[in-house]
Structure formats: structure tokens, C-alpha cells
């Protein structure tokens, strides 16, 4: 499969970001699949030195192209959304022009990568998965950012527009599948593959006494690291009141703050203010770095201000305290708390209650049989519901269950248009054979002219396939039902004549002029076939069925069910304009040769027809 990821952060461990892109991505390159990455190199990325605007890298097997886009916490909002509408310009144009991927893959946030893989996906008829890793507007609208109410209903629009234009939307927890299936979407097209833990990620940590030392600490010191951003969105201002009110204990808790943010030089200014010497910043750190000290501490905090869409947060500094075996505590209630609290890895205290807390913290300082219970509990958990191995070929199940949904976009629509545009100029200019044809086959016995089986077409629903009459009335009650040989004594004189030229498909050009098929794709399918396709044989039916089609050209009716259908989901994966063309121009050889036109046996002995149920009526079809 060849994936185009689209996340402004992408870093590997040696940057001072979130690794989710980059620890996925090197996981799907492992499984065989293709990867291009386009990101920036911001502040936090391992490329933060690029020089150009514009960079071309292979990163562990993945495709990275990024973009010299300033970014950082600590920025101001205009400058941070600049940041977000620059990238969203380059990777747009740029991702438009690349080859052609089978799925575009944008993980948020910002919001605005998602307008660039809806793009792309349309205008290169492809399927958009959308990654919800915070519910945005929401979230800034909460935290009062964004007020004025034209502002947040143009967001809350985008929001929308983003969810319905993609096949797929993958949220990171519960609350967040709650809230994206709020918008009015079908709860079917929305997973929830979490945060993830790298279990290799303390594989090299400190040694406790390394820890204190470099820190300039008290060798006894109960160390409580926080790992993440210092944003408002983070109130770390509840966390000092909880150091204020342990500064004065015999056991020297001490609280170590890795990260930076827009509240950084505030909580710096208040942890002076209060003379919080057991408050240590420092700054931001690689996350092969911060894994390092995390190893080392006691616990690990997640923290959150008090505001319900908070309560919906999937935060990467959580799943990393557990892939440590960190225990920690938390004050976010909700998912993380049940996984915390419930689950044995920590402790929860409520918000703004400092003296609780730090009553929690003085039990477990004494109690360091319980502690370690709970590192071990931390750790089982990273391995039994957070393994990222794991959750990354549910990723890829995600991927494929999108590339089954019907194509659409640009591409399908200009094809579309043309399609039926040659579909009626066809008609005008056979409509003397067609109606010679209808006249004969009327003249032979009487009957119908047209034969018009249901058949299952794009997304596998179904239509009725104008063609010819060439069999006696009532075939299907005679000889081998729907199922036809060369000599079959059913076919009639002129009906042996449209089959051998397979004029008899003619009338679906009127199939294709009210756009229930095309001229050229699989070709369409028997409902009871349908039924038992696998999910590699059920992307056939991402396109509108054809009149002619790869396999047709490719072997046709002496081709295994089997082999027919590999071909069909071939083209469903490869279609484009210049496909179609070639096959148009290889069906009008098949076509004078003759090639293919009937079944060995009628398709009885084809272990696809073999399989299916007694009622089964087989095939008739052929291009």
C-alpha cells in the first residue's frame, strides 16, 4: 500500500515532540508499505536545523518532505495559526503533485491538515483518513482562544466538512469518538486506535542516583516528572499548589517540569514568587532524553484544567509513563482516569485540591510496595491494551477498510462525465443497428428484446444491466440455468450472432448514460457472488461496473472466477483515464478475435461457481 501521511509535527526520538507519525510510519515501512511523509521542521522536530525551505530525507525506510515552517508553543496565536495556513498551502500544492498513493492519511492537529488530505484524496480520487488527536474547535472554543461567534461557526463548518469528506476518521479515545459522532456521523466510519506505548522506550534510563545528581537533587528525593506542553489547556499552575503543599514534608518531593509552552515564563515567575525549590524546569528535552529520566523518577504526572472536552484527551505523556513502568498521578477525569486510577496505575486527584493530593502523594512515599505494584501494573498495561505494534496493524486495517469505500474525486468525476458523454454519442450513432437488432430478435419468437438481470454495481448496489435477448424465453429454467457453453441448443440465431461480437452488451450504453455503470471497469456483479467475495475481491466494487474491463482483456471468460476478480480489484486500485483508453483499445481486438466468449463447461466446474449455494445461477456475463 502506498500511504501519503500528512502530520505537521513529525519527529523521530531525538526531536522534542510527540513521535506517534513518526513510530507508526516506521512500522507500516516494516510491513511492506510505502510511506511519504509530509511535515515541517519546526522547533521541536529533529530537523530543526534545516537550512532550505524545502527538504527531501529518508527516515527509516519513510519518504520525508518537509517544509522550513516555524512553529513552537510558546508562539503567540496569530503566528501559530500563520504556521498552520503556511503548511497548509505547501503540503497542499505539493502533495498534489506527487504520484498517485492509495490513501492519504492527515493526522491532527492542527485542524487545517485536514483540509490538505480532503484535497488531495479528491484530486486524486483517493481515500482521506482523518485523525482526530483533540477535538478542535472545540477544545480552543472551551478555553476561551477563539470568541467571536463568526469565528467559531466558520471552524465549527470546517470541523464538519473535514469529518464528512473523509472515507475514515480514527479519534484517539472515547470521548473523542463521542464527540466526532456528535457532528452527525455514521458511528461505522469512525475507530478509536489510541496513543500508543513505545515499549522499547526505557530501554536506557538513568540510574536513580545519575538522576538526582545531574539534577542537582537530594539523593532521597521522591522525583515527580511532568513530560509535555505549558499551555493553559495544561493548568500546571494546580500542580504547584500541590508542590506549595509539600515543600515543607521530610521526604523532599520534588517536581521536575519537562517542556515549554505559553505559560512557561508564568509558572516560572509564580514557582519564584512562592519560593518552590523543589520545582525544577527544564526546559524542553528529546524524547530519547526525557524516556531517560523517566526511567529514574518516582511518578509521572498528566494534568488537565477543568473543562470537558479535557476530559476527552488521549495525551502521549500518559502512554509514555507507562510504557516506563512510571506510575503517576492525574487530576483528568474520565478515560485516562480509568486507566490510572482503575487500572492500578496510579492515583487521581480532584482539581484544585492540592491537600488531597498531597495526601495521596505522603501514602505512596511510605508505601513503596504499592508503588512498585504500580509500576508493574503500569507497565502490564502498555503491553496488553497499548502495544504500538499492535495498534499499528489496526491503523492499517483502517487504511484498507477506506480503500473498499466507493472511489470518488476529481479524477472519477471527470471520468464519469466522459464516460457518458461517449456513451450518447454512441447511442446516436448505433441507434439504426440497435433498433435493427431489436427488431430481429422481436421477429424470432415474439419476446422481449431486452434481458435485464439484477446485478450488484458501485458499493454493491444494485441495478438493472440492459442487454439483448439471446437466449429462447424462459432459458433460465432449461439446460444449465444462466450458465452458457458454445454449442448451447438456447441460443438463438440472432442471439449466436450479437454473442459472438458481443453486441448483445450494447444496451448498457444506456446503463452508462444514467450512470449506473461506465464503459469501462469490472464487470457487474451477480448479487449472490457478492456474498462471498473476500475483502481483497470486495474492491471491485469501488468503481461503477463497465461494459468492457482489465479482465475482460486479460484472459476474459477462460479466467478462473478467482483470477477474474484479482483483476477487477487490480484496476479498482490503478484506475485512471489513460487505463481506460488502453482497455477500450485492447477490447476492440478481443472483440475481432473473438476471445474468451464462453466459460469451459458454462463455469460448472470453476471452484468459485462450486462453492456457492444450490440456488446459485452462475454467469452470463462477458464483455
Known sequence: MRIL???????????????????????FVAAGHQVTMLTTASHYSHMAGQQDFFARSIVDGIEVRSFRIAYAQKMGYARRALSFAMFLVASTLYGALLPRHDVVFASSTPLTVGITGAVIGWLRGVPFVFEVRDLWPRAPIELGVIRHPVAKWLLTALERWIYRRAA???????????GVVATGIDPARVSMIPNSCDLDLAADVMSRKELRQHFDLPADAFVIAYAGAMGPANDLADLLRVAEAVREDSTPFVFLLMGEGPEDIRLRALAKEKDLTNVVFTGPLPRQEVARVLGACDMGVTIFARLPVLATNSPNKMFDYLACGLPQMTNSPGWVRDIVENGGAGIYWTHNRPDEAAAKLRE??????????????????????????????????????????PAGGWPILLQGLLHRLLAAVALLILSPFLLYFAWRIRAYDGGPVLYSPERAGLGGRLFH????????????????????????????????????????????????????????????ALPHHVERYTPEQHRRLRVRPGLTGWAQVNGRNLLSWDDKLALDAWYADHQSLWLDVKVILRTIGVVIRREGLYEPEGGLDDPFNQALDADRTGNDDGA
Open 168 to 178: 475514515r476518521i480514527n479519534a484517539l479515545s472515547p470521548g473523542m469518538v463521542e
Open 465 to 524: 444491466m440492459r442487454k439483448f435477448r439471446t437466449m429462447v424465453v424462459d432459458a433460465e429454467r432449461r439446460g444449465l440455468g444462466l450458465n452458457v457453453t458454445a454449442g448451447d441448443e438456447r441460443i438463438t440465431p440472432i442471439g449466436r450472432f450479437l454473442r459472438d461480437w458481443s453486441l448483445d452488451e450494447l444496451p448498457q450504453l444506456i446503463n452508462v448514460l444514467l450512470g449506473e455503470m461506465r464503459l469501462v471497469g469490472p464487470r457487474p
Open 364 to 405: 505512596l512515599a511510605s508505601d513503596r510496595a504499592r508503588l512498585q505494584s504500580m509500576a508493574r501494573r503500569a507497565r502490564e498495561i502498555a503491553e496488553d491494551k497499548f502495544d504500538r505494534a499492535k495498534l499499528a496493524a489496526q491503523l492499517l486495517d483502517v487504511f484498507d477498510s477506506a480503500r473498499d469505500e
Open 5 to 27: 501521511y500528512v502530520d505537521q509535527y513529525f519527529s523521530t526520538r531525538e526531536g522534542k515532540s510527540g513521535t506517534r507519525s513518526y513510530e507508526f510510519a516506521k512500522r
